[in-house]
């Protein structure tokens, strides 16, 4: 019997690392000296905000993305924390706010200006005060507009609404009380219905947020969680964290089942702590350590193996800390499909680095960059609160179409469903009225977005010819310009056929809901 090997077929196989060259990184930067294990680094395609060394209270820096090369030694900050701080995140559907937390038991909420900082910003849009113990981590709603879930040294995790005219805030809407020890990793599933946690005392809990119970707890004494993250599309939780021997490991969980680890992997003997990264378009995962200069990355599969090692990303710098830049923010015309901003204090340098796949052509690859998550909420804070629960809206990478592509929310976000209801309403005669709002605000909604659709596609009319403007596009001269020119209508004709077919969709789902709506009210 002769033995044949099993090749996987895989359109990430080759994808590698490429740090950028020195000119294009962030030189003398005052990266914190904190031993705390965080990212201290929060990107979005616009800024990038590191947690920084300060005398006298807890400052960071916000740093246009395209301001690279040297910092000035007096470059404002932000500083209105009295104790260090320990972590920032950039609100996912505003690229000008960013929340931090402190040493100093708060958490504020700032506004960033559009223009260059001249100077120090030291009073916050609006601060939350609830913690009586320091505040280590943040995180926001992936869903709902103006969420933010923060996590304390007193082990409790508090879930803020602000979505409030007030600037100090001291009453979150929801606490969550489940922990006996530290909090250290908090991660969200697609829809954000559910919270994974990771404790210091070795548990991972799935947590319903809006109840505040906990649906399943994991304490597998071989693996020692530090941090969890969510795998939302295929339904399954990853976690890093250390073995019996102290040696790093990686799991993998099914989220139904969390009593026995699917998958379980020692990676080397370091004593640094590993952070994970997710991208859930390309089913890709990436495993960065700390105190070290590599970057492991994997594909997922919703079958056995699970977990399929390609490749590692190698340099002799080891990271304090690690940012992601969110995928709107990607270079598609150079196959990005990923790209990490590497903290090393040594150098106080901040180094990007670029995870791309290896094409020739230099046209949009359509394949490797599906619809994504864009930076529209699905949600209002109010209507999570309430019980609803909805995909995030997705938009396009490819050039000049994401305006046109963010629309359509039917084909791939999940449905608005109705579920743990936090105000709980009162009597049971109130099931019919708030179908038939909810139905009718989706058709609503619906026939905005086609509305919004037409008024786009009239103005793309008056200054476009097949997706390109006229003035910038001379007639071609050469054989291959025609070419060129030929192919791009060929492309913009296969969008543009999608969108109809988008919209056929969108039809199609409007009539089956006005049907369903006068079934209902016929019934009743």
């Known amino acids: ?61 916000v740093i246009p993305i395209q301001q690279t090369g040297k910092l000035d030694p007096h470059y404002p900050k932000i500083c209105g924390h009295k104790g260090n701080v320990l972590d920032v995140k950039w609100n996912p559907f505003n690229d000008f706010v960013i929340a931090s937390c402190s040493e100093d038991a708060s958490v504020k909420i700032w506004d960033i200006p559009k223009h260059l900082l001249t100077r120090n910003i030291t009073n916050p849009k609006k601060e939350l005060l609830g913690h009586v113990r320091k505040v280590d981590l943040i995180e926001w709603h992936p869903t709902a507009n103006n969420i933010l879930f923060s996590s304390g040294y007193d082990y409790k995790i508090m879930i803020w609404n602000l979505d409030t005219r007030e600037a100090v805030i001291s009453n979150p809407v929801k606490i969550l009380d489940a922990h006996k020890d530290v909090v250290l990793s908090m991660s969200f599933n697609t829809d954000g219905s559910l919270l994974a946690t990771a404790c210091r005392d070795r548990k991972i809990r799935l947590i319903d947020p809006r109840a505040g119970t906990v649906l399943q707890e994991a304490s597998y004494k071989s693996h020692r969680v530090n941090k969890v993250l969510f795998l939302g599309n295929v339904k399954k939780l990853f976690s890093t964290g250390t073995s019996r021997w102290n040696n790093r490991q990686i799991a993998l969980w099914d989220q139904n089942d969390l009593s026995v680890p699917l998958l379980e992997e020692d990676l080397d003997g370091s004593s ?25 990355y994997y594909e997922i599969s919703p079958e056995k ?11 002799h710098l080891p990271q304090k800390g690690i940012g992601m830049m969110p995928k709107r923010g990607l270079e598609v015309s150079a196959c990005e499909i990923f790209r990490f901003y590497k903290l090393i204090p040594t150098k106080s340098l901040i180094e990007p680095i670029s995870m791309i796949v290896p094409r020739r052509s230099e046209s949009y690859q359509e394949d490797i960059y599906p619809l994504t998550t864009g930076a529209q909420p699905a949600l209002t804070a109010r209507e999570w609160l309430n019980g609803f629960n909805k995909g ?13 592509n963010s629309l359509p929310q039917f084909l791939e976000a999940e449905p608005l469903t109705k579920t743990t209801d936090l105000s709980q309403h009162q009597g049971q005669g109130g099931r019919l009225p708030l179908e038939d709002t909810q139905k009718r605000s989706e058709m609503e909604d619906s026939r905005k977005q086609l509305q919004a659709e037409k008024k786009l596609w009239k103005n793309e009319q008056t200054h476009l010819s097949n997706g390109f403007d006229l003035s910038e596009c001379p007639p071609p001269k050469t054989e291959n310009e025609l070419l060129q020119m030929f192919y791009r209508q060929q492309e913009e ?4 056929r999608e969108l109809v077919n988008q919209r056929d969709i969108q039809i199609k789902q409007l009539e089956l809901e006005l049907k369903n709506l006068y079934m209902d009210v016929g019934s009743y």
């Open 1 to 61: 019997m002769s033995w044949h090997p099993q090749y996987r077929s895989s359109k990430f196989r080759h994808v590698y690392g490429k740090a950028a060259s020195k000119d294009k990184c962030y030189d003398c930067v005052p990266i914190t000296r904190n031993v705390h294990d965080n990212h201290f680094c929060a990107v979005n395609p616009h800024f990038i905000a590191v947690v920084t060394e300060c005398v006298g209270g807890g400052a960071f820096i």
């Open 272 to 296: 640094g702590l590993l952070f994970p990264f997710y991208d859930s378009d390309t089913r890709m995962l990436y495993v960065a350590g700390k105190g070290d200069g590599n970057i492991r």
């Open 305 to 315: 193996p699970y977990l399929n090692y390609l490749m590692e990303y190698h340099s």
């Open 392 to 404: 995030p809206l997705l938009v396009s990478l490819r050039p000049g179409s994401g305006a046109v």
């Open 493 to 496: 004709i296969r969008r543009l």
